[in-house]
């Protein structure tokens, strides 16, 4: 199956930096989601975006709407410890009608306090 | 609260045995997708229904089944074929209405004795 190219795979900072994680991919989306799944939990929604160009704030977090629709860029300000856990990017695609979504490899965050 | 449950949290399996996945949800979502995780490779789809007493394979059915007898209850039956079973098990729903969003249980680690 079709997954996102997601990239950096990992990433270990010191707390207060902030982060920059992004999803890429061949096919044109409509629709970008980024969650974070805490260890032994399921995902959870951060952002959603659906228009090209699109930008998008959560608190601390920013996600875009890459203009070609084939990419999505999620920033981090300020990381702090609890920030840790995987960031997964999930497209879907124009021609879905069956509510499926393509997920990236997800990018690990590790937070040095 | 409404939202997703899966049961057992950890379960472990012996050679040759078939084990049951539990997943409910009271959101009255009509659509549900059962997901495999492994380190590093994001979530994969095994299984999806759209509607009641109607299911399709994912990406990687082979060794799974599912039956949808109740638009609440999705259970995935891991069988003797699939011959690596350890893995993170995630089942999700959603609605038409929704803009693609995805909600997840907390998972069942399922493990090989």
């Known amino acids: 199956g079709q997954q996102l190219n997601q990239s950096p795979q990992s990433m270990f900072i010191q707390e207060g930096e902030d982060v920059s994680m992004n999803c890429t991919s061949s096919?044109?989306?409509?629709?970008w989601l980024w969650y974070k799944q805490d260890p032994g939990e399921g995902p959870v929604l951060l952002i959603a975006l659906y228009k090209a160009g699109e930008l998008t704030s959560n608190g601390r977090l920013t996600a875009q709407f890459g203009i070609t629709r084939k990419d999505s860029f999620l920033n981090i300000s300020a990381s702090i410890p609890s920030d840790v856990g995987i960031y997964f990017c999930?497209?879907?695609?124009?021609?879905?009608?069956?509510?499926?979504?393509?997920f990236g490899q997800g990018t690990t965050l590790q937070v040095k306090p | 609260d409404g939202g997703i449950t899966q049961s057992p949290k950890y379960l472990f399996r012996k050679e040759g045995q078939n084990v049951t996945l539990s997943c409910e949800q009271n959101l009255n979502h009509d659509a549900m997708y059962w997901y495999r995780q492994d380190p590093g490779q994001g979530l994969r789809l095994i299984y999806y229904?759209?509607?009641?007493?109607?299911?399709q394979k994912g990406d990687i059915a082979e060794g799974y089944s599912v039956s949808r007898e109740k638009k609440e209850s999705f259970p995935l039956t891991v069988t003797s074929a699939q011959k690596n079973p350890t893995a993170f098990y995630l089942c999700a729903s959603t609605r038409v209405g929704l803009g693609g969003i995805q909600y997840f249980g907390a998972g069942t680690r399922l493990s090989v004795l």
């Open positions: 229904s759209q509607i009641v007493n109607d299911f």
């Open positions: 999930a497209g879907q695609l124009p021609s879905s009608n069956t509510g499926k979504l393509i």
């Open positions: 096919s044109i989306f409509n629709t």
